[in-house]
């Protein structure tokens, strides 16, 4: 899976789980700043989904990494598998 | 001293929890510190990091009438409420009106619900499925005919159903009610909080490693009675309850407040609405759980409300003994706290190593956090609190002295209806309802249901990082609720935000979401589920999330006993305002309509197949939803800040008649109860009334009741008399219509609706409808029903 595909499917994740409007979701966008407003809920769900469909364990990363689909998804490159 | 009449005594006490069956194995159980806490062999545990519980262990649970009609939650309620009246001496009460049933719980019948969708989808499992059914199955067992309801303030539930039975007999409304909280150990709650992260996979550790909670399951059953009625029958009395406190946090829909400032204000309302001095206090049975959020946030409160420097105060958790009981909580939380108060007792948290006991020491100062083993102390006053999620605080004081009890202290204050937020299927506005009545709008298809859009959102000021968490049944409350926060003009502020309530009542509540939930784990595993939508499942959600969009952090309760709840709300609010402990409060009626829904009346035989109106003698109604937020206030403070007044709430009366919980049959003669009640509550009598806000939805079977019932009450005059039906247009939206039909009756008496169909039954009880002007309309009532034969009436006048 390349990284466009990883961020595409990210997105729709947002998307369909987690209630968030794609109109103002681009690739860069802080995920958990005030416009998003993830949560530690919400890094839960994120962690379970990479988990699952990446097969990349992001437990106990640090915040960095969360800051937008950019930064997951560089995340999952560097550690698939 | 707190006079005689306002004076609740306890005078029973029930438990079964994993530790003992009955109250005295249980108490044998914390003074020897033994845990409950074991492996799980209910629920898989397949790839789930922890897999501890602290199970019942029962095997007399079916000893009971009819035990196949009951989930699991209700049985547990019910073995601890016979003997809970056992021992207070107590039994069949042949329907007396004065005897009230209050229960509290998270999850309610969520085995039924898995039993229904992984086993051939039987329809003798829905009626089990609601929280509503735990409290009317109790009624049930010992004919209470009183006020019958639920508090679904998910962990704080079981402190609060006591709190409300107190408020009850202040008010003048029973003399005895039983009280408590139930809940059973299931996959649901299980998975939930494995996917928050939240269990703790060597069992649960408070104030020490605070790693997460160990789920248990149970039932504690208080009987509070009136000192008089007690005194009278030469009752044993253990002790008094004095006040309480509920608070919202107004900021998470899991997670406590880390400063638990809301939580500190709980616990001083309740010390000042009991009248005593915090250091009459001698222990606090505290919440406990073992997560760091929530035993932080306590110590914080702790230290700040109490002092670190006070040594007189002794803390512990009991959660280790029976794991985190979710709704039974407070309930078995209470029987430990009046135990411990009547025995001189304080009961430790365990184990403690030296090393802990060391760290917890620099964590909580001087308080006294009993460790290990139980002790001796003499104790005047005990407290109680927990916490929930949708950020309910709740907090209440056990007492061997009478107090100085504040309650009623507005009692003779008149009641304004100042704001209306109306969310339907014909629309999410005040505006659209007024529109939709004028063109005399009907439901296009036999199941309708609300659509929230982002404009709603938009309008309202609604930010996407808030309304992106919501689930349908909290869409349709926050929206609602803003919209009569709008409507009234009113601006929450830091200055006014404790001021104002919310009481939510609901029909099935967070229902359809666990039902969702149930299915996302049945096919994925415990070990898979949405940490995102766990949190739907609990009743007061959609009162948490209105509170955080709102900012609302007064009073804040979930009430769900079927239909009428939409009423109660109001009835319960008006009671809250009258004790003194709001000057505003909310009140709702909001219930969805998912497709499981529909299916659930379809299984029922109670959904139409086509659009039929009021008194059509159908088989079934159409099924629809809705939610109606009103906004009451004290007339003062309303008039005050230059509100509008629609009208007023001048009285709320109630009734029942004990029949099966699905059923109304039989029934029927309640609603005069009701009806009668709420007039004399008003101070008014038939011939005040000018119209009826009913119930009707089409439904033979339901409508039939309605028109006997007023035809008893009014007689002669009922030919001349205009009901108002509001489902005709948005079907039978249980709650959320209740709440619907008391706005109607708003909009009439305020003149904003000019005029409505309204139906008249004749002398031989055939029935037609025309448009009726709303001018000369002065007096109207309001009046809704609830399965297993409980009815409620509410009067708004100009």
């Known amino acids: 899976m390349d990284q466009a595909e990883v961020k595409s499917k990210l997105k729709a994740f947002f998307m369909s789980d987690l209630g968030v409007d794609g109109d103002v979701l681009q690739y860069d966008t802080e995920l958990f700043g005030e416009e998003i407003g993830l949560d530690s809920v919400d890094s839960l769900e994120i962690i379970s989904f990479v988990d699952s469909n990446f097969n990349v364990s992001m437990t106990g990363v640090g915040k960095e990494h969360f800051q937008s689909i950019n930064t997951i998804a560089a995340y999952i490159e560097a550690h698939k598998a | 001293m707190t006079p005689d009449e306002r004076r609740c005594v306890v005078t029973g006490l029930g438990v079964i929890c994993a530790v003992g069956n009955n109250v005295e194995e249980t108490w044998k159980s914390a003074l020897n510190s033994v845990?409950?806490?074991?492996?799980?062999?209910?629920?898989?545990?397949?790839?789930?990091?922890?897999?501890?519980?602290?199970?019942?262990?029962?095997?007399?649970?079916?000893?009971?009438?009819?035990?196949?009609?009951?989930?699991?939650?209700?049985?547990?309620?019910?073995?601890?409420?016979?003997?809970?009246?056992?021992?207070?001496?107590?039994a069949?009460?042949?329907?007396?009106?004065?005897?009230?049933?209050?229960?509290?719980?998270?999850?309610?019948?969520?085995?039924?619900?898995?039993?229904?969708?992984?086993?051939?989808?039987?329809?003798?499992?829905?009626?089990?499925?609601?929280i509503a059914a735990i409290a009317?199955?109790?009624?049930?067992?010992?004919?209470?005919?009183?006020?019958?309801?639920?508090?679904?303030?998910?962990?704080?539930?079981?402190?609060?159903?006591?709190?409300?039975?107190?408020?009850?007999?202040?008010?003048?409304?029973?003399?005895?009610?039983?009280?408590?909280?139930?809940?059973?150990?299931?996959?649901?709650?299980?998975?939930?909080?494995?996917?928050?992260?939240?269990?703790?996979?060597?069992?649960?550790?408070?104030?020490?490693?605070?790693?997460?909670?160990?789920?248990?399951e149970g039932a504690g059953i208080v009987i509070v009675e009136s000192y008089e009625h007690a005194q009278k029958r030469s009752a044993k009395q253990y002790c008094e309850i004095l006040g309480s406190g509920v608070t919202s946090d107004a900021n998470h829909i899991t997670a406590p407040r880390e400063d638990g400032v809301c939580l500190m204000e709980a616990i001083s309302r309740a010390v000042k609405n009991s009248g005593i001095d915090k250091s009459d206090i001698g222990y606090v049975n505290a919440h406990g759980t073992g997560t760091g959020k929530n035993d932080n946030a306590e110590i914080t409160a702790f230290k700040n409300f109490f002092g670190e420097n006070n040594s007189n105060i002794s803390v512990s958790s009991t959660k280790v003994l029976t794991g985190h009981c979710l709704g039974a909580a407070g309930a078995i939380e209470a029987v430990f706290s009046i135990k411990a108060l009547t025995t001189d007792t304080v009961l430790p948290t365990f184990p403690y190593t030296k090393e802990q006991s060391a760290a917890l020491k620099e964590k909580v100062g001087a308080l006294d956090f009993v460790q290990?083993?139980?002790?001796?102390?003499?104790?005047?006053?005990?407290?109680?609190?927990?916490?929930?999620?949708?950020?309910?605080?709740?907090?209440?004081?056990?007492?061997?002295?009478?107090?100085?009890?504040?309650?009623?202290?507005?009692?003779?204050?008149?009641?304004?209806?100042?704001?209306?937020?109306?969310?339907?299927?014909?629309?999410?506005s005040k505006a659209?309802?007024?529109?939709?009545?004028?063109?005399?709008?009907?439901?296009?298809?036999?199941?309708?249901?609300?659509?929230?859009?982002?404009?709603?959102?938009?309008?309202?000021?609604?930010?996407?990082?808030?309304?992106?968490?919501?689930?349908?049944?909290?869409?349709?409350?926050?929206?609602?609720?803003?919209?009569?926060?709008?409507?009234?003009?009113?601006?929450?502020?830091?200055?006014?935000?404790?001021?104002?309530?919310?009481?939510?009542?609901?029909?099935?509540?967070?229902?359809?979401?666990?039902?969702?939930?149930?299915?996302?784990?049945?096919?994925?595993?415990?070990s898979q589920g949405s940490a995102f939508k766990f949190p739907h499942t609990v009743y007061n959600a959609a009162g948490g999330y209105l509170s955080i969009c709102s900012g609302i952090k007064g009073y804040g309760v979930t009430i769900t006993t079927g239909p009428l709840s939409g009423l109660d709300s109001i009835g319960y609010s008006m009671n809250v305002i009258h004790d003194g402990q709001e000057k505003a409060m909310m009140a709702t009626g909001t219930d969805e309509n998912l497709p499981i829904i529909t299916e659930f009346a379809q299984?029922?035989?109670?959904?139409?197949?086509?659009?039929?109106?009021?008194?059509?003698?159908?088989?079934g109604f159409v099924v629809g939803d809705g939610s109606v937020s009103i906004m009451l206030e004290e007339d003062s403070y309303a008039?005050?800040?230059?509100?509008?007044?629609?009208?007023?709430?001048?009285?709320?009366?109630?009734?029942?008649?004990?029949?099966?919980?699905?059923?109304?049959?039989?029934?029927?003669?309640?609603?005069?109860?009701?009806?009668?009640?709420?007039?004399?509550?008003?101070?008014?009598?038939?011939?005040?009334?000018?119209?009826?806000?009913?119930?009707?939805?089409?439904?033979?079977?339901?409508?039939?009741?309605?028109?006997?019932?007023?035809?008893?009450?009014?007689?002669?005059?009922?030919?001349?008399?205009?009901?108002?039906?509001?489902?005709?247009?948005?079907?039978?939206?249980?709650?959320?219509?209740?709440?619907?039909?008391?706005?109607?009756?708003?909009?009439?008496?305020?003149?904003?609706?000019?005029?409505?169909?309204?139906?008249?039954?004749?002398?031989?009880?055939?029935?037609?409808?025309?448009?009726?002007?709303?001018?000369?309309?002065?007096?109207?009532?309001?009046?809704?029903?609830?399965?297993?034969?409980?009815?409620?009436?509410?009067?708004?006048?100009?």
Do not use: W
């Open chain 2, 35 to 90: 845990s409950g806490i074991h492996k799980t062999t209910s629920v898989d545990t397949n790839k789930c990091y922890a897999d501890l519980a602290a199970e019942v262990k029962c095997d007399t649970l079916d000893e009971i009438d009819a035990p196949k009609e009951k989930d699991r939650v209700s049985k547990l309620c019910i073995k601890a409420t016979k003997e809970a009246l056992a021992d207070a001496g107590l």
């Open chain 2, 92 to 130: 069949n009460f042949n329907d007396d009106q004065r005897v009230s049933v209050v229960i509290g719980s998270c999850v309610g019948g969520v085995l039924s619900i898995e039993q229904y969708h992984q086993h051939g989808r039987d329809v003798s499992e829905i009626a089990k499925m609601p």
């Open chain 2, 136 to 216: 009317s199955q109790v009624a049930e067992t010992c004919e209470a005919g009183g006020i019958v309801t639920n508090v679904a303030n998910a962990c704080a539930a079981g402190t609060i159903s006591i709190a409300v039975a107190c408020d009850l007999i202040r008010a003048g409304k029973a003399d005895v009610v039983i009280a408590g909280g139930a809940d059973s150990f299931a996959a649901v709650p299980y998975s939930g909080f494995l996917s928050l992260h939240a269990l703790d996979e060597n069992g649960c550790s408070p104030f020490n490693r605070c790693n997460g909670i160990t789920l248990g």
């Open chain 2, 372 to 428: 290990n083993t139980a002790r001796h102390k003499e104790l005047k006053c005990v407290l109680s609190n927990n916490v929930a999620f949708g950020g309910t605080n709740a907090a209440i004081v056990f007492s061997k002295i009478p107090g100085e009890v504040a309650a009623q202290s507005a009692a003779g204050k008149k009641i304004a209806v100042t704001g209306l937020g109306i969310v339907s299927p014909l629309g999410n």
């Open chain 2, 432 to 526: 659209a309802y007024l529109e939709a009545v004028k063109a005399d709008k009907k439901p296009e298809s036999p199941s309708v249901h609300s659509t929230i859009a982002l404009e709603d959102y938009k309008e309202l000021g609604v930010k996407m990082a808030f309304y992106r968490k919501l689930d349908n049944l909290g869409q349709l409350q926050t929206v609602s609720g803003m919209r009569a926060l709008q409507d009234a003009s009113f601006t929450v502020t830091d200055n006014n935000a404790k001021d104002i309530g919310i009481i939510v009542g609901t029909s099935e509540g967070g229902l359809g979401a666990t039902y969702d939930f149930e299915e996302l784990i049945a096919r994925e595993g415990n």
């Open chain 2, 603 to 619: 299984k029922l035989g109670v959904a139409a197949n086509n659009v039929v109106a009021p008194y059509a003698e159908n088989d």
């Open chain 2, 639 to 798: 008039k005050s800040r230059g509100a509008k007044v629609y009208c007023y709430a001048l009285g709320f009366g109630h009734g029942r008649k004990n029949v099966k919980f699905g059923k109304l049959a039989g029934s029927e003669n309640a609603l005069d109860k009701a009806i009668a009640d709420a007039l004399a509550d008003a101070g008014i009598t038939v011939s005040d009334i000018d119209a009826v806000c009913g119930f009707a939805n089409g439904c033979k079977r339901i409508d039939d009741i309605e028109k006997g019932s007023l035809k008893r009450v009014f007689g002669e005059k009922l030919a001349s008399m205009p009901l108002f039906e509001v489902k005709e247009r948005t079907g039978e939206g249980r709650a959320g219509s209740a709440a619907l039909a008391a706005a109607e009756a708003a909009l009439l008496l305020s003149g904003e609706l000019a005029g409505d169909k309204a139906y008249f039954v004749a002398a031989n009880g055939s029935v037609a409808s025309k448009k009726v002007d709303a001018t000369g309309l002065k007096k109207i009532l309001v009046i809704s029903f609830a399965a297993g034969g409980s009815y409620s009436a509410v009067i708004f006048g100009k």
